[in-house]
């Protein structure tokens, strides 16, 4: 007689399972689409800034073509369209890291660049170097693979390699790899400087552990010199792609369109070869006809595209900054991000960004990140991401007034002064 009691789905997952947790930041997605919801929460694009019309014309041409049309619905290699490749063999030339198609992969988005390296690095109870905070997709990514986290600080010094090293064997491991994003980090906004890089290098050099460096914002640069990637730093003292200990993701998710899930590792070509074979097992390839139009849009606008973004987030930037100057209560501290789309707002001690976000909600209708998301050791709560990307400069001023109103209101419950700082002005 058949048993029809249902199947535990709980008992039944490994013990990785366990770590897989909801993003905060995609739950809040949900809340973009209610109309009087004030969203500042997730890091998105502007649609509007989307090349739609070039997108059509690239699509149609493609699929009008007697060759490329049935080519770009088939399957295709793992690697990548060449062509892209090759444009972003150019890219990354121009960046000042020289290399060739053998040191590039196509994979879905930045993000499964980040979970397939976590895969082929991270054993369980392995150390991961991570910046607290740090992108909260990179530990949802790691996470799977069960290591520890331990923290680096590049521009305030971080710890000995021996002391990284004692902690990670005493905990049943060893220091597996660094991730670091150096340029307008997600959440903070933050650039590393030259410096930074440089003890950072020293650090993963002398530990013998790869770092990965997650690049999706290094276009987005609004004012200031760029800082030189990681990896093209360590080109400088290895000598040739080859050698460097580097892999350095990238997407056109931030530029172009997130839509496609197309982007990017370059590396050594041996740990591109592993990537490919991983990537044989988990999707075949990207989308072909995605990689194609990808490469059409790249090959035609992309500089213009990267303009028009810039030129559009800048101000943003800077009527949220401004905003927070009016409206945020003493005590109240934030980021001045020369590019990207975030600043991180630091609030006294006492307060709950999460909590405080319940309150925003229901309170004032808007919303924003709590920062304990993006801190792997969970402290630190005491903070707020906010975005700038999606948002008109019309409404920076209301909203930010909006959270100053929350933050005021729960600072006075916690016994700490809250006046904005506009009502102290007048």
Sequence with gaps: MADDTPIDWDASYAGRAERMRASEIRELLQLIGQPDIMSFAGGIPDPELFPTEAVREAYSTI???????????????????????????EYMTRIGVPCDVDNIVITSGAQQGLDYLGKLFLSSGDT????????????????????????????????????????????????????????????????LSEEARRRLLDLVTELGVPLIEDS?????????????????????????????????????????????????????????????????????????????????IARTVYDDQVRKIVATYSKRRDAMLAALARHMPEGVTWTTPQGGMFVWVTLPETLDGAELLAA???????????????????????????????????????????????????????????????????
Excluded at 63 to 86: F, H, I, K, M, T
Excluded at 236 to 260: E, L, N
Excluded at 375 to 386: A, P, S, V
Excluded at 410 to 424: F, L, Q
């Design 360 to 426: 925003a909600l229901q309170e004032e209708r808007v919303a924003f990140v709590p920062g304990g998301a993006f801190i792997c050791d969970g402290t630190r709560k005491n903070t707020i991401r906010l975005n700038y990307s999606l948002q008109p400069e019309a409404v920076y001023d209301e909203g930010m007034a909006r959270i100053g109103r929350v933050i005021a209101r729960h600072m006075a419950a916690k016994g700490t002064s809250g006046v904005p700082r506009s009502s102290r002005a007048a």
């Design 216 to 296: 999706a914002y290094y276009a987005l640069r609004f004012e200031g010199e760029p800082v030189a990637p990681c990896l093209a730093l360590d080109l400088q003292r290895c000598g040739h792609i080859d050698r460097s200990r580097v892999a350095y993701c990238q997407t056109f998710s931030k530029t172009i369109a997130p839509g496609f899930r197309v982007g990017w590792v370059c590396a050594a070509r041996d740990l591109i070869q592993k990537i490919v074979l991983t990537k044989q097992a988990g999707d075949l390839h990207a989308g072909t006809i995605n990689q194609m139009v990808v490469y059409e």
């Design 63 to 89: 699929l009008a073509d007697p060759r490329n049309g049935p080519n770009s619905l088939q399957y295709s290699v793992s690697e990548g369209y060449l062509p892209l490749r090759r444009w972003i063999v």
């Design 128 to 191: 991961a170097l991570v910046t607290a905070p740090t992108y909260f997709g990179a530990l949802q990514a790691f996470n799977p693979y069960e290591p520890r986290y331990d923290i680096i600080a590049p521009e305030k010094g971080n710890a000995t390699p021996a002391v990284y090293r004692e902690a990670a064997e005493a905990a049943g491991g060893r220091v597996a790899l660094a991730y670091v994003v150096p340029d307008f980090a997600n959440p903070t906004g933050e650039t």
